[in-house]
């Protein structure tokens, strides 16, 4: 079985400020790491994932995140936050036809 | 490209009435799931569908049926409405047999159980 945690349900940040969103995950198998953001009152979208290869991933829009498997973290980090990044961010493990989700950070971008 | 689509969007019903949320996809994927979305919660797996005539339980199946009688359609059943089912539910696809890919997801609809 697989679980994911998210340590932190609300992030605020002011703009242009560094943030990460940290998220943990269990498995018993290989699995593929996502994550996902969520814009209000809309569908989730993927905004990276790591499935092989190197442990550094990264996003158009200046997101990263990178596979620990030792410590089996998969932190997502922007060195400097817009408003435009106030949304709601999912971590997801896949392992077979499953995708699981943690429980959510919401990224709060102040001016 | 119309991608994943959800209907109603907003739904409101009473206890003990019965309703279909309807799913559809026309991007030929297998794999098709619904979750539903309560607030810190995150998204919990209800029932997915790795194809016609294929489905099985996710983690909240109770109170729930599904069926799929074609690739592009995936109707989630509620029998017996209960307040605990209010929530926001989403319905997503995914064309990689191995899971891999990304799930597509539709814009959701919100139910509330008076």
């Known amino acids: 079985a697989q679980s994911v945690t998210q340590l932190d349900s609300q992030v605020p940040v002011f703009e242009e400020a560094p943030v990460e969103l940290r998220c943990n995950y269990s498995?018993?198998?290989?699995?593929?790491l996502f994550w996902y953001v969520q814009y209000p009152n809309q569908g989730l979208q993927l905004l990276l994932k790591?499935?092989?290869?190197?442990?550094l991933v990264e996003s158009i829009n200046g997101f990263e995140a990178e596979f620990n498997k030792s410590q089996t973290s998969f932190h997502l980090r922007k060195p400097s936050v817009h408003i435009s990044d106030t949304a709601e961010y999912f971590c997801?493990?896949?392992?077979?036809?499953?995708?699981?989700f943690g429980a959510g950070t919401r990224l709060f971008v102040k001016a | 490209n119309a991608g994943v689509t959800q209907t109603p969007k907003f739904r409101i019903l009473k206890i003990g009435q019965s309703m279909t949320l309807q799913c559809t996809q026309d991007?030929?994927?297998?794999?098709m799931y619904w979750y539903r979305q309560d607030p810190g919660m995150g998204l919990k797996l209800i029932y997915y569908s790795v194809g016609a005539g294929i489905t099985d339980k996710g983690e909240v199946p109770n109170g729930y049926n599904v069926s799929r009688s074609t690739t592009e359609d995936f109707p989630l059943r509620l029998e017996l409405a209960a307040p605990s089912q209010t929530s926001v539910y989403f319905c997503a696809s995914n064309l990689d047999r191995s899971n891999t890919g990304e799930l597509f997801f539709g814009e959701g609809s919100r139910l509330t159980v008076l």
């Open positions: 997801a493990v896949s392992g077979g036809f499953k995708t699981i």
């Open positions: 991007m030929n994927h297998n794999y």
């Open positions: 790591y499935l092989s290869g190197s442990t």
């Open positions: 498995s018993s198998v290989s699995v593929y």
